[in-house]
Nanobody
Framework: QVQLAESGGGLVQPGGSLRLSCAAS????????MGWYRQAPGKERELVAT???????NYADSVKGRFTISRDNAKNTVSLQMSSLKPEDTAVYYC????????????????WGQGTQVTVSS
């Protein structure tokens, strides 16, 4: 019904930058909040940043000032610009969307991408 396709992960040195992108497709009527989460080995998935359709943003304390989330409502895309990357940012990053399908009565917040690996290492 909904597919979230992520791109942009990879290997980067400490202090470097990466940009993640996610495109949502399917029988979408509207998307409320979109966001990025991450999961490091042996740890639980955690929120990185979210953005509402109106542009309100929320960031984890650990990434404030270093990461910037943005979206294009017309294209159903969300991006995460990551700068001043640290080894502790290493994780699989997942895109998430709160979607109202065409014909549905309520939003469903449980749409996830397949994940993209970000590795910060020298």
């Amino acid at each position: 019904q909904v597919q979230l396709a992520e791109s942009g992960g990879g290997l980067v040195q400490p202090g470097g930058s990466l940009r993640l992108s996610c495109a949502a497709s399917g029988i979408i009527f509207s998307i409320n909040t979109m966001g990025w989460y991450r999961q490091a080995p042996g740890k639980e998935r955690e929120l990185v940043a979210t953005i509402t359709s109106g542009g309100s943003t929320n960031y984890a304390d650990s990434v404030k000032g270093r990461f910037t989330i943005s979206r294009d409502n017309a294209k159903n895309t969300v991006s995460l610009q990551m700068s001043s990357l640290k080894p502790e940012d290493t994780a699989v990053y997942y895109c998430n969307a709160d979607v109202l399908l065409i014909g549905a009565a309520a939003y469903n917040p449980n749409y996830w991408g397949q994940g993209t690996q970000v590795t910060v290492s020298s």
